[in-house]
């Protein structure tokens, strides 16, 4: 349950009449959990700076556009808009072509890679890490599942809505997902 | 002879997206049925684990949405 001072509505009405303020307490509002929720749907910490920012750069342009119709779901809007610009990221990933160098080795994997690893070093020991590893192991359909309807406060219906499945599906994604994680925590503690 | 209920009704129950009369139900169930009770905390430490997860994006991020929206008010009020 949200018990903000000043309801998002109300913020998303005063920045429509011009109040810029609304925007900025907004996005400070909602910044860790979008953040949070993109960084473990994609696992790479820039890549998901960049989701960030093009989010709500997408919910400013959508908000002026008169897109937006409050049903009192700021949050779960602006989620369902991270959510979709990252599977968009990975599926696009997915589809590159590997560059390789003359021996065949695919040169991504040179990349930045050690900037990479300190990076995600840092969010893993920021934060929960052992958890935040362990989910990042989930299959892709079970995570996302679980990080829409934690971080991102989307029912299992408004869920199964974004990700094109039923309510059961759904749910059943979130209980393998659930009995994984306690597999794995099982097998680490062991 | 208890009412049977799944683990996806013990999840419908803890994320709160059940009626009165189901929660009634299950919460009745639940001192009977350990496998539910062991869903239904399995739940709450995942809960407890995730809101430890904090990931704050960049000061500059931020700094480029404000200036963003800032200059497409611009925008609007020029046209």
Known sequence: MHN????????????????????????????????????MLVYDRYLAEDIFQETFIKVIHSLRGGKYQHEGKFLPWVMRIARNLSIDHIRRNKKMPTITDSEGNDIS????????????????????????????????????VLILRHYGDLSFKEIADITGCSINTALGRMRYAILNLRKMLVTVTK | MH????????????????????????????????????????????????N?????????????IIEESHDSSLHISNS
């Open chain 1, 4 to 39: 903000h001072i000043i309801p998002d509505h109300k913020l998303v009405e005063s920045y429509l009449e011009g109040n810029e303020i609304a925007l900025e307490m907004l996005v400070k509002r909602y910044k860790q959990k979008v953040m949070t929720a993109i960084s």
């Open chain 1, 109 to 144: 994997t040179f990349i930045r890679t050690d900037d990479l690893n300190m990076e995600d070093r840092m969010v893993r020991d920021q934060t929960h890490g052992h958890l935040y590893d362990l989910i990042s192991r989930l299959p892709e359909e079970q995570r996302e």
């Open chain 2, 3 to 50: 009412e049977e209920f799944t683990p996806e009704d013990i999840i419908r129950y803890a994320y709160r997206e059940v009626t009165e009369e189901e929660k009634n139900r299950i919460e009745t169930a639940l001192p009977h049925r350990p496998d539910l009770r062991q869903m239904l905390e399995d739940i709450e430490a995942l809960e407890g684990g995730m």
């Open chain 2, 52 to 64: 430890a997860i904090k990931i704050e994006p960049h000061p500059t991020s931020v700094k480029i």
